[in-house]
């Protein structure tokens, strides 16, 4: 069995994917001469760079072990569906309820959030949200709208 | 002399009543932001940005460095108390803080931070009023050549100093690749847009910052998130030390605040090398060697005056060169160009009471925050009491309305929660992510730069190489950068010193 650090391998593949993403993509613009350059060239150099750095990561990968952590989708699922929740409703309904249920979302992410302290969380929340950025700071942000 | 009218312009500025105030607010929220687990300096200082927006430049700068600070310090009650870092310079104190607030010296080892603290940050304002003038003077006469070579040198200093020199080296080019979207000030042309109107103004940094080290960080402390801690009380007289430990931890406290204080001047490295150093400097020369581990007051308080005293000279080439010496640096930077200000050695001739301003604020911030945690202390143990699941909705929250309060745009948080998902995913696959904002702040400069020194040299690359200065950082960066390319080729060398 060969070894090998399968952390360093998916690392390497990131970096050599990003950056030739970034390469590839500074060819659509223009290049230009060491002298007066485009604005094509930096990004083109860089990401030049980029995928060596990503292969030569692969290659120390091979030689040792390695496991890999794993992606915990119970975290960020969560977390993502309440933010998505906050920035969708912020022009919709304004801060007070965006927050309410942001927090009530996010707080899935726990196992240890139980149902009556998160709803109490989630108010007390939105109410310092409220008085710290709008109430004392004078913020512009809607803080409660109608969605109709 | 200079350097007297310097120190009394800081403390003319600094004295006002209102940047008082933002420097007490600031020492507070960031010590209180601090304390909380997972919350670094650089979370606290890039969270409470917006509050700063509309703030006159150096009284924003004064808040946030207070914020700095402070989340440094309310870090190192979270190490104590918990045995849990708030950011990588908090781990060391935690090898023998933890240990002796076990054994119930917990007091002890407070009071002997703060004063440690105390101590290295006052010799490294110290230091900043002293040399930052020198070497601003110096760096006046520099070309975009110098100032391409220096930053290279920054850059490739802040990743080969991770674990993974070729990790840290590929963030670096990453925060480049996404500081170059946006509209290129050359040519007018819109880099990486994707048809998006938002991305032609580019990423907004605070977007970036909040998402790799706000959500991320969540993202990822979340894991073992567990119940309420324990937290033992600590009282005032019990943080009152013996007259041994006092006399242990004096020459500890100089020797780190030396150590620190040398370290932190060097662009990319930062302090948390110097609190390593510090460490294990404290435990050769000891007598008792067996100790550290175990509750030794030295291993707290020299690591403690190290990054005391390394966070205040890394304002040297921050605001002598406009040069970050770390990722927090670099947010303050950030906040410099947002609000119109140009970062570089003529800063302190165009806004002397910018940076002066600033030194003296971060002498008053450092009494601040003796005066405030030593009798605060009991409120800070109270918070380190709530649970996380508690928090955590709290701060994430936080992060969206900060973001969004900057440009008013929804769209910011979009890119907060996808950089904080890829962040998360970076640091699973054990990516440092400072350097990425360091490649990010510092990569439109560099590019400019590089293209400026190259017209001058009319595209021949060895007329950069021709000038001492520039010549001699390049090949320094080039050293490093072999040096990373060795470490990692003989990787079970790596392992062990890692460890």
Not at chain 1, 55 to 70: C, D, V
Not at chain 2, 253 to 263: C, E, K
Not at chain 2, 363 to 378: A, D, K, Q, S
Request: with cysteine; charged share 10%; aromatic share 10%.
């Amino acid at each position: 069995m060969v070894k090998l650090d399968k952390t360093d391998l998916i690392s390497g593949l990131v970096v050599l994917a990003i950056s030739s993403f970034f390469a590839y993509g500074a060819l659509d613009y223009r290049i230009g001469t060491m002298t007066r350059m485009g604005p094509g060239y930096v990004p083109l150099v860089l990401g030049l760079i980029g995928m060596v750095l990503g292969a030569a990561i692969i290659l120390t990968s091979f030689g040792r072990s390695g496991g890999l952590e794993s992606f915990r989708w119970r975290v960020v699922l969560p977390v993502v569906a309440s933010i998505t929740a906050f920035l969708l409703l912020l022009p919709r309904t304004g801060l007070i309820p965006a927050t309410f249920v942001a927090v009530v979302v996010a707080a899935f992410a726990s196992p240890k959030s139980r149902i009556l302290p998160t709803l109490l969380l989630g108010v007390v929340v939105a109410a310092l949200i409220w008085i710290g950025f709008v109430v004392l700071l004078g913020l512009p942000i809607p803080v409660l709208r109608s969605p109709f | 002399m200079d350097i007297l009218n310097n120190v009394i312009l800081g403390f003319s500025t600094a004295l006002t009543a209102e940047n008082l105030l933002y420097c007490f607010i600031g020492v507070f929220l960031g010590t209180l932001l601090g304390a909380l687990p997972g919350i670094g300096a650089l979370a606290a200082v890039s969270m409470l940005l917006p509050l700063t927006i509309g703030l006159d430049p150096t009284t924003a700068l004064v808040m946030l460095a207070g914020v700095y600070y402070g989340s440094e310090y309310g870090g190192s009650t979270a190490s104590i108390l918990l045995n849990l870092p708030g950011t990588p310079t908090n781990a060391v104190t935690c090898l023998d803080g933890y240990p002796m607030a076990k054994q119930g010296r917990a007091g002890v080892a407070l009071f002997a931070t703060t004063m440690a603290s105390f101590f290295g940050g006052s010799v490294g304002i110290v230091a900043l009023y002293t040399l930052a003038p020198f070497l601003a003077q110096w760096a006046i006469a520099f070309g975009p050549s110098e100032y391409f070579a220096l930053m290279v040198l920054g850059l490739v200093a802040a990743a080969v100093t991770q674990d993974a020199p070729l990790k840290g080296l590929s963030m670096v080019v990453l925060g480049i690749l996404l500081g170059t979207v946006g509209t290129d000030v050359d040519s007018g042309v819109a880099r990486y847009h994707f048809g998006l109107f938002e991305l032609r103004d580019g990423i907004s940094f605070i977007a970036l910052a909040m998402g790799i080290f706000g959500v991320s960080e969540i993202l990822h402390s979340l894991r073992d998130a567990g119940g309420a801690p324990e937290v033992q009380n600590v009282t005032l007289r019990s943080m009152v030390p013996s007259r041994e430990e006092w006399k242990r931890s004096r020459m500890a406290t100089v020797r780190g605040t030396a150590i620190g204080g040398a370290f932190g001047v060097l662009p990319g490295i930062g302090s948390t090398i110097a609190t390593f150093i510090g460490y294990a400097i404290e435990k050769r020369i000891s007598k008792n060697p067996s100790q550290f581990g175990n509750g030794a007051i030295e291993g707290i308080v020299s690591p403690e005056a190290a990054n005391n005293a390394g966070a205040q000279t890394a304002f040297i080439p921050t605001l002598s060169l406009g040069i970050p010496g770390s990722a927090t640096m670099a947010v303050m930077l950030g906040t410099l160009i947002m609000n119109g200000i140009a970062p570089g050695p003529q800063l302190m001739m165009t806004h002397p009471e910018v940076v002066w301003g600033l030194a003296a604020s971060f002498w008053i911030g450092n009494v601040l925050l003796v005066l405030l945690n030593v009798p605060l202390i009991g409120l800070w143990v109270r918070l380190l009491r709530v649970p996380y699941h508690l928090l955590y909705p709290a701060i994430l929250i936080l992060i969206c309305v900060g973001t969004y309060t900057i440009r008013s745009s929804t769209f910011d948080i979009m890119l907060v929660l996808m950089f904080g998902v890829a962040g998360y995913g970076l640091r699973l696959l054990r990516f440092q992510l400072a350097p990425v904002l360091i490649g990010f702040i510092l990569g439109p400069m560099i590019e400019e730069n590089l293209r400026r020194a190259m017209l001058f040299a009319r595209g021949d690359f060895t007329a950069v190489i021709a000038r001492p200065l520039s010549g001699v950082t390049l090949a320094i960066s080039f050293g490093l950068i072999l040096w990373a390319f060795y470490r990692s080729i003989r990787p079970s060398q790596g392992a062990n010193a890692s460890t």
